[in-house]
């Protein structure tokens, strides 16, 4: 996020911005989301769209932070299980379950992995890093 009062960009969604030593959320000259100018009396970014008020960046900025970070279960496990078990026995949506994903594992089991396609999309996410666990963390640690 931006800093509302200096528009410098923060890591993170820190109380104090260390910048300039105001509440990030309580200026009003920078957008937190993109950075730009804004109006003193603008209630929304005319660059990108966000709602200024102080309660509309709060909530966004952190479910943003609630989205990020990093998975705790292992890349490899969720590659081989959603390959291995469709490889040799045709059955589908393993990796899921190992996810917390229990309704669509049972959706993928009973369609057989919509007939292997949603299986190799899946699996393509599982071996680039993008799979998402069931609290939406990215799984990119290969590490068991
Ligand atoms: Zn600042
Ligand atoms: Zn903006």
Known sequence: ???RNCGKELTGTPEICLNCGARPLAG????YACGAKTNELAEICIKCGVRLTEAGARARTTAAAATAGVSTKSRLVVTLLCALPAWFFGIAGIHRFYLGKIGSGIAMLLTLGGLGIWTIIDFIYAVSGNMRDKENKLIKDWQV
């Open 28 to 31: 009003r000259s920078f957008c």
């Open 1 to 3: 996020m931006y800093c």
